[in-house]
């Protein structure tokens, strides 16, 4: 079945939004990068618009390589249309065999 990316209250969403703070310290720090699922386990990330003036001064081939890596591991993401955060997929909670979740609630 195909990884898709879901927002909660939106329902299905074509990307996702992330900080660079998490991998390029304070040079990143409110750098918001989208990131859209191709394929399986691979991600398209580029920078989110507005950020043009800062990231023209950046190495942003490097930058985007970084980012990518880094979106192959995020759990957590924004949803660019709510705000809200979005579990990636592969991250889902799944009921286990018994009906309850991890933390032993139906």
Same mark, same amino acid.
């Given at each position: 079945m195909a990884r898709k990316l879901k927002c909660d209250d939106c329902g =299905?969403?074509?990307h996702v939004?992330? $900080?660079?703070? #998490?991998?390029? $310290?304070?040079m990143l720090e409110g750098v918001m990068f989208e990131a859209r699922l191709e394929g399986e386990d691979d991600f398209a990330v580029v920078f989110a618009p507005g950020n043009e003036h800062y990231t023209k001064k950046l190495n942003t081939e490097y930058w985007l390589s970084e980012a990518k890596t880094h979106a192959a591991e995020l759990d957590? #993401?924004?949803?660019?249309?709510?705000n809200d955060d979005?579990?990636?997929p592969g991250? =889902?909670? $799944?009921d286990d065999e018994d009906g309850e979740d991890d933390d032993g609630k139906a």
């Open positions: =299905e969403i074509q939004l992330f $900080d660079g703070y #998490a991998f390029g $310290d304070r957590i #993401a924004q949803c660019p249309k709510c979005v579990v990636m991250f =889902e909670s $799944d």
